[in-house]
């Protein structure tokens, strides 16, 4: 099972599309689910974006089977939320979600600069707890 598109393998990798897409092909039907997390916006000195939020916007996508996509609102340094999932007996071969309608909210009153996040995304074979 692997995701393409949202590949993060080390601090500065970059994507510019606007896809989540996992190929299942293990033939298990255990299903999978994909986590997101946002860390925390910083300039590289002491300042800070204290309130920033990710919110994704998952829009369904193209489905060999039933998978879900969820939209959710990711806090900077916050917990992870569940992005894109399968049930049990779903999900097997590839699926994709849009997350084009994707939109960040930024403090109103913070220091200029140049500001940099993580992004995680994690999958996990089998459905959501």
């Known amino acids: 099972m692997k995701t393409t598109g949202y590949q993060n393998t080390d601090a500065t990798d970059t994507y510019n599309g606007s896809n989540l897409s996992v190929d299942d092909d293990t033939g298990t039907g255990n299903g999978w689910h ?3 997390q ?5 300039d590289g000195a002491s300042h800070s974006l204290a309130g920033a939020a ?5 829009a369904s996508g193209s489905y060999s089977a039933t998978p879900t996509a969820t939209s959710v609102i990711l806090t900077a340094g916050g917990d992870t ?4 999932s399968a049930a049990k ?3 097997m071969g590839n699926a994709t979600t849009d997350l ?9 009153a913070t ?3 140049d ?13 959501t707890a």
């Not at 990710?54 to 998952?58: D, M, P």
């Not at 084009?100 to 109103?108: A, C, F, K, N």
């Open 100 to 108: 084009s309608g994707t939109t960040l909210d930024l403090p109103t």
């Open 89 to 91: 007996g779903e999900g």
């Open 115 to 127: 500001y940099t996040a993580p992004l995680t995304y994690t999958l996990t074979s089998g459905p």
């Open 54 to 58: 990710l919110n994704v916007n998952s």
């Open 34 to 36: 994909v986590t997101a």
């Open 81 to 84: 939320a569940t992005v894109f």
């Open 111 to 113: 220091y200029a600069g």
């Open 38 to 42: 946002l860390g925390d916006f910083s």
